[in-house]
């Protein structure tokens, strides 16, 4: 079954509400390891993309990303506006200008925001970054390619928890984590984190 533009809004919406409700969990894991920032930063983008999806919601899946992609751009300081938005303008160019959304192109776009945010943030699979939540989830979600749109999110899902678990034993190559080097061992990636509960919050709306 495939999703049309107000699928992705809703999308979009539950995962605000994931977030605010994980935001003192992301501004604790970041006091760890970085500047605390994350929580409150990322609270803060989804609240005004949802504000700007009451406006109007745009008429293709690409829109409605492109669309939480420049709010994420414009209204988020730290890393996190930065790389999610890029990831989610990357995602928003692959969709094109279908009207609905199935599961080749979600696989494409999620591939895409992978390589934007790496393009963004120079990291790799092992620097304790969101991209160690990335590289799983978008293994898992190929490997649920047959099934639905559900089914690839919640596979992707379970890859991005099992990355972002991991980024626990990695020592930080990247961001202001770095700067703590074996210090950070024992602390998850805040961005990890966020990754995988966005992309539950996903999964959760789709099915």
């Known amino acids: 079954m495939a999703c049309t533009a107000e699928g992705v809004a809703a999308a979009l919406r539950a995962a605000a509400e994931v977030i605010a409700e994980h935001r003192t969990e992301l501004v604790d894991l970041d006091?760890?390891?970085?500047?605390?920032?994350?929580?409150?930063?990322?609270?803060r983008g989804f609240t005004a993309i949802v504000s700007a999806l009451e406006t109007a919601v745009p008429e293709t899946p690409a829109?409605?990303?492109?669309?939480?992609?420049?709010?994420?751009?414009?209204?988020?300081?730290?890393a996190a506006?930065?790389?999610?938005?890029?990831?989610?303008?990357?995602?928003?160019?692959?969709?094109?200008?279908?009207a609905e959304l199935?599961?080749?192109?979600?696989?494409?776009?999620l591939r895409a925001a992978l390589e934007g945010v790496q393009?963004?943030?120079?990291?790799?699979g092992g620097d304790a970054t969101m991209v160690d939540a990335l590289i799983p989830?978008?293994?898992?979600?190929?490997g649920a390619a047959d099934g639905t749109i559900a089914d690839v999110l919640t596979a992707a899902a379970d890859g991005a928890d099992r990355g972002a678990e991991s980024t626990v034993d990695l020592v930080p190559r990247k961001g202001r984590a770095s700067y703590l080097?074996?210090?950070?061992?024992?602390?998850?990636?805040p961005?990890?984190?966020?990754?995988?509960?966005?992309?539950?919050a996903f999964a959760e709306a789709a099915r």
């Open 31 to 43: 006091r760890a390891i970085g500047d605390a920032d994350h929580g409150e930063n990322l609270s």
């Open 63 to 78: 829109g409605v990303v492109k669309l939480a992609a420049t709010t994420l751009i414009s209204k988020v300081g730290g």
């Open 81 to 98: 506006g930065p790389l999610y938005g890029t990831a989610f303008l990357r995602a928003s160019a692959k969709l094109g200008d279908a």
């Open 102 to 109: 199935d599961v080749p192109l979600l696989l494409d776009a």
């Open 119 to 124: 393009a963004r943030g120079k990291a790799v």
């Open 137 to 142: 989830a978008i293994s898992a979600a190929e």
């Open 181 to 189: 080097g074996e210090r950070a061992v024992g602390h998850m990636d």
């Open 191 to 200: 961005g990890a984190r966020s990754t995988a509960l966005l992309l539950r």
